[in-house]
């Protein structure tokens, strides 16, 4: 079966702004905010973030897989691209998240829930820059794919 290539992003473009803002939404919002509610503690909200970041990290590998097949499949013939470069940094700093900081961040957790006295650490700096950078990545794919409907000049 031969995969025809699409005039338009059909899966990329919704995808990336989806994807854009489930991070701005968990990321630069809740991570925050929960811990404001009334009774919530510091250990009960690192409780709820690792959850949350859990579900938030199992969605955006959705949304950079539909993006993959959109940008590698059906658009095959197009060669190295803006789009796919910044695509791929997007991806290599989710891998990076995946596999390195949300599991070094949850470590921290249970010492937190222990009462135990936790040195600083610079991991959420890293977390929240790398969700920069990601996001900066994924707005400029957006207004590429917006630019190909000719949506915007």
């Not at 940008?71 to 013939?77: D, K």
């Not at 949300?102 to 470590?107: C, E, F, K, S, T």
């Not at 010492?111 to 700096?125: A, E, I, K, R």
């Amino acid at each position: 079966m031969q995969i025809k290539e699409i005039p338009f992003y059909m899966l990329a473009l919704p995808s990336v702004f989806l994807w854009i803002g489930f991070v701005c939404a968990i990321s630069f919002m809740e991570a925050w905010l929960k811990f404001r509610a009334p009774g919530i503690t510091l250990p009960l909200g690192l409780g709820i973030g690792s959850l949350i970041f859990k579900a938030l990290n199992k969605v955006e590998w959705v949304f950079a897989i539909l993006v993959a097949v959109d940008l590698f499949l059906l658009h095959r013939g197009i060669g190295i691209n803006l789009p796919r470069i910044l695509f791929l940094v997007a991806l290599l700093i989710l891998i990076i998240q995946t596999l390195w900081l949300l599991p070094a961040l949850d470590a921290r957790i249970p010492l937190y829930q222990q009462g135990l006295d936790v040195p600083s650490s610079p991991l959420h700096l890293y977390y929240v820059g790398t969700e920069v950078v990601k996001v900066a990545c994924l707005v400029i794919i957006g207004i590429h794919f917006l630019k190909s409907l000719r949506i915007i000049a």
